[in-house]
């Protein structure tokens, strides 16, 4: 009985809806837009976090970095606040990380591995007639490759023996060995760096791009530390020392290890601040997805301005509905037709409605994605997920927005619903 009731109903609404197609296209309209705004915020918060997600497996979410430069503001303790104003004029006048701070740490410290050093500069690459200016050229211990976690795609990486004789090797990215390369094979050729010819031994395998990814993987080239350290500035060069915690041993604790080892191989005395920085990726990882939560309040705020409106839009729209039926109203209570028969009527009628605005705002927003070209660092992707809440919330403002004229709707009198005119 109830779902004959719920069937007929339907049907009467649908009826209804088809009669004053101006009517229910301004009801749509406002719903439209805010179901589009929302659904389209999730749709592009999704593809970001997506991207950052894949910058933190290449780097490790775990990783400690010491440098002269913070990744964001600091507070008076020295620790990483992104509400913090950054203070290059500051940061500048720090020395820069040092060789000799990498071997005391990597002598000192019990609770960190795979302790690694980096300087990273610019020079100009060079392979015959091609050339490649300001190439981001990274001068690594062997060990680094456990901190990016990248693998070697032609080639290989490398050896004990080159990292520590500082032999003239080089493992490049991806898209720099198609620049200088084109279609020869990159392995095993003398590739001009700076002032300096190193042999190709390795390409790195396609990276992408990433929103958090330290460096430029497929545009970088990698050399042993001992072999590229002379022949970068110091002065103008960007020196890290970055590490990763032991097994069951808090990132916390490595970074008060660290901290503690620097302050000591610097001299520096009690209550004099920090001549360096340490930052870690997880408060990083933090950072951001605080970041996606303001884009999504403010996208929930804007997306509800339009619901708000398309909601008071399906409640008149309602109760001009309620009002020409009245007469019907009155007959079918003077039948016998319960209170609740009525209202789901008027329910069913604004859900209808809302739920139409709804599957409008969502083909919107797939026409959008299909439109929209991908890229290696950014792809939409509207997912079933998104699809399911654009849906259940239009049903909700609909539900809504018909509950008080469904309510008025059920609430006449039998006698002066049929004799109103």
């Known amino acids: 009985m109830v779902l004959r009731l719920i069937k007929e109903s339907v049907a009467f609404a649908f009826s209804q809806l088809q009669g004053d197609k101006f009517r229910t296209f301004l009801s749509l309209f406002g719903v439209s837009i805010g179901i589009f705004s929302i659904v389209a915020i999730f749709t592009a918060i999704d593809a970001l976090q997506e991207n950052v997600r894949r910058g933190f497996d290449t780097v490790g979410s775990d990783i400690v970095q010491v440098s002269r430069w913070p990744m964001m503001g600091e507070d008076e303790e020295g620790n990483a606040d992104i509400t913090q104003e950054f203070k290059w004029w500051e940061y500048m006048r720090r020395p820069n990380t040092s060789y000799e701070d990498y071997r005391f740490l990597s002598a000192n410290s019990t609770l960190g591995e795979n302790i690694s050093f980096s300087i990273f500069s610019n020079q100009t690459a060079r392979y015959g007639r091609r050339s490649v ?4 050229v990274g001068c690594i211990t062997r060990n680094f490759n456990s901190i990016m976690k990248f693998e070697v795609a032609k080639g290989r990486y490398f050896t004990p ?3 520590s004789k500082g032999t003239a090797v080089a493992v490049i990215g991806h ?5 200088l390369f084109e279609d020869e094979e990159p392995v095993g ?3 001009k760096v700076g002032t300096t010819t190193a042999t190709v031994i390795g390409v790195i395998e396609k990276q992408g791009e990433s929103m958090v990814s330290m460096g430029d993987l497929d545009y970088n080239i990698f050399v042993p530390l001992n072999f590229g350290r002379y022949m970068v500035n110091p002065r103008w060069a960007d020196n890290s020392i970055y590490a990763r915690p032991k097994a ?3 990132q916390q604790e490595l970074v008060d290890e660290l ?6 191989h ?3 005395a009690p209550g004099q601040k920090n001549n360096f920085s340490i930052s870690t990726m997880g408060f990083i990882m933090e950072s951001v997805q605080q970041v996606f939560s303001m884009i999504n309040a403010v996208g929930w705020v804007i997306a509800g301005f339009s619901l708000l409106i398309g909601g008071f839009g399906i409640a008149n729209i309602m109760f001009v509905s309620v009002k020409e039926r009245t007469n019907i109203i009155g007959i079918q209570k003077a039948l016998g037709a319960k209170k609740y028969v009525i209202m789901l009527q008027f329910l069913v009628e604004a859900a209808a409605l809302a739920v139409a605005g709804g599957i409008i705002g969502i083909l919107l927003v797939l026409l959008g994605v299909l439109l929209i070209p991908e890229t290696e660092s ?10 399911l809440y654009g849906v259940m919330i239009a049903s909700v403002i609909g539900l809504l927005a018909g509950l008080i004229p469904a309510w008025s709707a059920a609430s006449l009198n039998p006698v002066d619903a049929i004799n109103s005119k």
């Open 175 to 179: 898209e720099m060995a198609a620049s």
């Open 378 to 387: 950014f792809t939409l992707t509207l997912s079933a997920a998104n699809i």
């Open 161 to 163: 023996d080159e990292d």
């Open 248 to 250: 069951g041993v808090a």
């Open 133 to 136: 200016a300001n190439a981001s």
């Open 189 to 191: 050729k003398r590739l």
């Open 259 to 264: 901290r503690m080892l620097m302050r000591a």
């Open 266 to 268: 610097r001299r520096l």
